[in-house]
């Protein structure tokens, strides 16, 4: 779950302060949202996922990004130091709409106003400025949310991670869906919940399998964003509840999802994103409950990590001690490999706990006749490129 965007410089052309005053999602009027999405969807935005952030010096990641670029998958969660030749060779193609607007709306980097009316029309500026959008001053333009798209559906969210109630989508927002969506291909839901739902992307998604879509956070500000991207997107069904967990929500689900806060933070973490001392408490809490909250054919899925502590993997003995004595088909699914942390107070946490590192991993619930645990790869490459960086890095803290 990290997010090296926070640390990427705020502008390539020139490096402003960002708007003061934050997003405020319940003044995304319906007009705003239809005039946003044909801005994006005239501009086809979704192609500028192929262009990583700036930074880094990672060169020999850099074939991977090429033929991620050349694939038209997703590097904008990446850095590379040579940015401008991914921002060129999109903008050779698919001309420079989608590069302007990625800047803007990814990137978080004002853009003149002068070359920004080439893409949005005046009228079009100032109703999205009205709606608290964009931000303008004199002659440049700075958007006060994120924009990313995930297939061809928008999702705002904050660019920033200043105020402890900020709603997040990250990489690990993207990979879920995909996930999700395999896993519950073909099947038609009366009722699906999205816990932990943020901005909504995960509920939203699965809305269009849903007669019924509840999405429920404890965070308000979440369930605001959820409305304004039910709106960005012309979604109808899908409801918001306030909810601690499941304490507020009634009633059983066809499909449960949760992007848990899953990364192991001491007591008073972030509340969007620590997930217990070692990571994996609150997923538990959630397990426990989720036997009952699921009707007989529901399945969950569930993003999490999977904490090594003194050397042994701890999430499936943990979910097995939960549900065992339960009929239900456990599959694991590692995504990736997360260093031991940088800084000296969560260095000695982990110490303190033994812990030396986690995986990123999802979780698909189903009933089923036994209890079984099975692991699915997603992309094996991937993983055992981010399980060497782990190694190559505890080598040399240990030298
Ligand atoms: C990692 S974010 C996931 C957001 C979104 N589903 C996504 O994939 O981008 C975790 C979310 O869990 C929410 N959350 C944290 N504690 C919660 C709790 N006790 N009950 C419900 N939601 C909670 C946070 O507010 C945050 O929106």
Redesign the pocket.
């Known amino acids: ?1 990290t997010d090296p965007i926070e640390r990427a410089p705020l502008s390539r052309h020139d490096e402003k302060e960002a708007p003061s005053a934050r997003f405020e999602p319940a003044g995304f009027t319906h007009e705003a949202a239809s005039t946003l999405s044909s801005i994006l969807r005239n501009a086809e935005y979704e192609c500028a996922k192929r262009i990583p952030q700036s930074g880094g010096n990672r060169w020999y990641s850099e074939p991977i990004r090429l033929a991620t670029y050349a694939a038209g998958g997703v590097n904008c969660w990446k850095e590379s130091p040579c940015q401008n030749l991914y921002s060129g060779m999109l903008e050779r193609s698919k001309g420079l709409a989608p590069v302007m607007l990625f800047d803007l709306f990814f990137f978080h980097r004002s853009v003149a106003r002068d070359r920004i009316t080439q893409v949005i029309a005046e009228d079009e500026l100032k109703i999205l400025e009205e709606a608290g959008v964009l931000h303008i001053t004199g002659d440049d333009v700075a958007s006060k949310v994120r924009c990313y798209p995930v297939g061809e559906l928008y999702f705002l969210c904050d660019p920033s991670r200043d105020k402890s109630d900020f ?4 990489w ?2 993207d990979l ?1 869906v995909d996930i999700a969506a395999k896993y519950s291909k073909g099947r038609r839901f009366s009722r699906s919940l ?6 909504g ?2 509920g939203i998604c699965l809305s269009r399998q849903a007669e019924e879509a509840i999405c ?4 308000p500000r ?1 369930l605001a964003m959820v409305q304004a991207n039910a709106r960005l997107n012309k979604i109808r069904n899908v409801n918001t509840i306030h ?3 499941f304490s507020s929500i009634p009633g059983r689900f066809d499909c449960i999802t949760a ?4 990364v192991p933070h001491p007591e008073g973490a972030q ?3 620590g997930g217990g001392d070692i990571g994996i408490e ?1 997923t538990i809490r959630l397990l426990l409950e989720l036997p009952e909250r699921l009707t007989d054919n529901g399945m969950a899925v569930i ?1 999490t990590s999977d904490p090594i502590v003194h050397g042994k993997r701890r999430l499936i003995s943990r979910v097995t001690s939960e549900l065992g004595h339960l009929p239900f088909r456990i599959i694991l699914i590692p995504l990736f490999t997360n260093n031991y942390p940088m800084t000296r107070p969560m260095q000695e946490h982990y110490d303190r706990l033994g812990l030396s590192g986690y995986d990123d991993c999802i979780l698909v619930i189903e009933r089923s006749n036994k209890y079984t645990v099975e692991q699915h790869q997603n992309d094996w490459l991937h993983y055992y490129r981010t399980r060497m960086d782990a190694w190559l890095d505890w080598r040399r803290r240990a030298n």
């Open positions: 779950m709603v997040y989508i990250g690990d927002s879920m999205d816990l932990c739902t943020g901005s992307v995960q429920a956070d404890i965070n979440a909810s601690d967990l992007n848990t806060p899953y509340l969007p994103i609150f993003y």
